[in-house]
């Protein structure tokens, strides 16, 4: 059996344009209305951070103190489904460490709190996945699986900090010891063997899922894939990194490595981003999100996910609109966040789910139900 989590209430202070705002959430589904830039999108921002402890739009965390201010708290009471309680609190002041706690306690690395609460969010930024760089596709493999592995995380760590010492090496002008660069090599190889094997197992887990939700929402009218490609595929790592350490050291950096793999992601057998209309890219990544949670639900805590929609009926059609509020209003899915500037939709999802639900009407960074 799954178990729920749901976030009962959420205290923002000096979030980006939220100057303060205290909200207590229905198990089910929570709705916030208004047009664009009020603030919707920042209180889905809040819950990511309280989850991942860091923003989903914002790579710099200062970025999230609202403008004029020298510090911002986010508060998260989680309820289990047992009745037991979690309280997380997040606090970033200007020129200090951001701290995480959870209950009283401080945790001593922040990366420990990575999959409590584990939650997806789908968002019109996840376009980047379809039409951005490897390093945005291999971004969102790695935090789907450090949700429910933490041994992952630890290799992936390794593996990056062995990754900037070798290139660190071939940048040397002088001639840096061969011995030094196999201990790099060597300790990139192991970790990226583990890596290459996790990321393997979890896409080919992935695929039918996927493939699962994309039917549903096209209503089968176009034949998609995943396809992950790896330079492991090839052969040892090793072997292909002591093999061109001349030709890294002429380039500055290191050519081969888990740190070049890529998911393609193709329809009628060509690639999304070079064929796929706006609204084929918006079903890809919607379904990649949709097939994000469901693996999330199964794997690691057994836990479902907290599930975060902010804006993405956008550039779909009627037909795809109506297939993704079936899908959402279904049982498979726990509490839901969802951000839209038009009531229909919403009024749509509302009418066709049971159970609680709450409106939260949002202007200028003021939140009112």
Not at 144 to 155: G, H, K, L, P, R
Not at 177 to 200: C, H, N, T, W
Not at 204 to 221: A, C, D, K, R, V
């Amino acid at each position: 059996m799954w178990s729920n989590m749901r976030l009962t209430d959420l205290t923002i202070f000096n979030y980006k344009n939220i100057a303060e705002a205290e909200l207590c959430f229905s198990s089910k589904l929570n709705c916030f209305i208004g047009n664009n830039g009020e603030g919707k999108t920042n209180v889905l921002d809040a819950i990511h951070f309280l989850s991942f402890c860091r923003s989903y739009n914002s790579s710099v965390d200062l970025l999230c103190v609202k403008h004029g201010q020298e510090f911002m708290s986010l508060q998260g009471l989680y309820e289990h489904e047992d009745g037991s309680r979690e309280d997380i609190h997040i606090g970033l002041k200007t020129g200090q460490k951001k701290v995480v706690r959870r209950g009283k306690k401080a945790y001593r690395r922040i990366s420990e709190h990575i999959g409590l609460v584990p939650l997806v969010m789908v968002s019109p930024a996840d376009q980047i996945l379809v039409n951005g760089g490897s390093d945005e596709r291999r971004r969102f493999i790695d935090m789907v699986i450090c949700q429910y592995d933490a041994a992952y995380t630890e290799s992936l760590l390794r593996y990056n900090k062995a990754l900037l010492q070798r290139n660190a090496m071939l940048k040397q002008e002088d001639e840096a010891d061969p011995e030094v660069f196999l201990v790099f090599e060597e300790q990139m190889a192991r970790e990226g063997d583990y890596i290459f094997r996790k990321r393997s197992e979890f896409i080919s887990e992935l695929i039918p899922i996927f493939q699962q939700f994309h039917n549903q929402i096209s209503q089968g009218h176009e034949k998609v894939e995943l396809r992950y490609v790896s330079q492991l595929q090839r052969g040892p790592l090793l072997e292909q990194l002591t093999k061109d350490r001349f030709k890294d050291k002429a380039v500055g950096y290191s050519l081969h490595g888990i740190h070049k793999d890529d998911l393609e992601m193709l329809q009628g057998g060509y690639l999304v981003r070079r064929e796929g209309s706006q609204g084929q890219s918006k079903t890809f990544f919607i379904a990649l999100k949709l097939a994000q949670f469901d693996f999330l639900r199964r794997t690691g805590s057994r836990t479902t996910p907290l599930l975060l929609l902010d804006d993405i009926f956008d550039k779909l059609d009627a037909e795809r609109v109506e297939q993704i509020v079936k899908l959402v209003s279904g049982d498979r899915f726990g509490q839901i966040f969802i951000t839209d500037t038009n009531r229909d939709h919403l009024d749509a999802i509302l009418s066709s789910m049971q159970g609680d639900n709450k409106i939260f009407f949002v202007k200028n960074g003021v939140i009112s139900s």
